[in-house]
């Protein structure tokens, strides 16, 4: 099988490695890739959020599957172009899409769906904004209603800070607050089958004890030892099912990875978001242990053959993966920087990286690399993952030190 994988981050690699461990795959082309990725693959520029482009270069190449890796190029169409190219594609439509494109789309399919999920308000002036705040109280969630890098929320307790947010963004969703522990859950879907991967959790916020800003995410660990028990099954009970019914209701059903933020509330779990695609860097923790070929499984949700395939296998024990930024990360993303120790280290993921002319590996965005290790324990797997962190250096390098560390301790408790 001849795949052609779009993207440049660290779920990109992640996944570039994933497919070139599956022997069905003979060649694998990444779009634009990374230098990570250039090591494993054959990186080809091209412009991703053009639809024709990247439609033209998977008949070029002769690919039999495109894996359309970000958000961006799902909600420009990207996949609708490869499909009327007669080649299959794992990724939502671009009407599908819109499930991570607005916020205020898919806040209307989950209340059409029975979804559980938090009060919300759509608001586009400055006094409905405030009327929203005003009636959910502390604290604010405020989130930008178009897509956002995972950068476009903000949970506040300054009332300020969310006006100013709100102000910043036009158009946004005001919720009410969620209480407990978050949880990410990746579906594959061909439309109407449905298969969940292994649950995990990932950092949002730049600092040690969830403080500060909020990021694309900063570690991730799975799989989760204090998650209750059927807590996946309730989820494609109460969510998956319902809402990959009312798309398909709509005439715009879902393929490709539908991505379900949770909180597990006092009232049991709620959706928070939903994606279009693979999250990053939970990505790297859950293919870290996934038994199963990957290309054959996309390929199958690609073509509507999702119910044919045999339950996914998992290798035991735990992974962690804990994210290296840049200086100046999320406000800025410091440029050039030379990072040592990174290169063609096993488990150490590239994400905003890049060559300087002299073929040097430099920092070229905010998250810049993803060390992620597995362990027969979660203990295991986190020890490894900061050692490999402990090996790279750059200057003004950023890590949390805490990741996974409360699951570790015992410390998460569900209401």
Known sequence: MRVLLLGSGGREHAIAAALVADPAVTDLIVAPGNPGTAAIATNVGVDALDPDAVAALAVERGVDLVVVGPEAPLVAGVADAVRAKGVACFGPSQAAAQLEGSKAFA??????????????????TPEELAEALDTFGAPYVVKDDGLAAGKGVVVTDSRDEALAHGAACGRVVVEEYLAGP?????????????????????????????????TGGMGAYSPLPWAPVGLVDEVMAAVVQPTLAEMRKRGTPFSGVLYVGLALTAQGPKVIEYNCRFGDPETQVVLARLETPL?????????????????????????????????????????GDVIAGADGVPGVIHAGTARSEDGALVTAGGRVLTCTATGDTLADARAAAYRLVDAISFDGAQHRTDIALAALENRISVP
């Open 107 to 124: 806040k209307d399919v989950m209340r059409a769906a029975g979804v559980p999920t938090a009060r919300s308000f759509v608001c586009t």
């Open 182 to 214: 978050e949880v990410s859950l990746f579906v594959v879907t061909d439309g109407t089958a449905a298969v969940p991967l292994q649950p995990a959790q990932d950092f949002k916020r730049i600092g040690d004890g969830d403080t500060g800003p909020n």
């Open 295 to 335: 290309a054959g499984v996309l390929h199958a949700a690609a073509v509507g053959r999702l119910a044919e395939d045999p339950p996914l296998a998992w290798r035991p024990g735990s992974a962690v993966c804990v994210v290296m930024a840049s200086a100046g990360y999320p406000e800025s993303a410091r440029k």
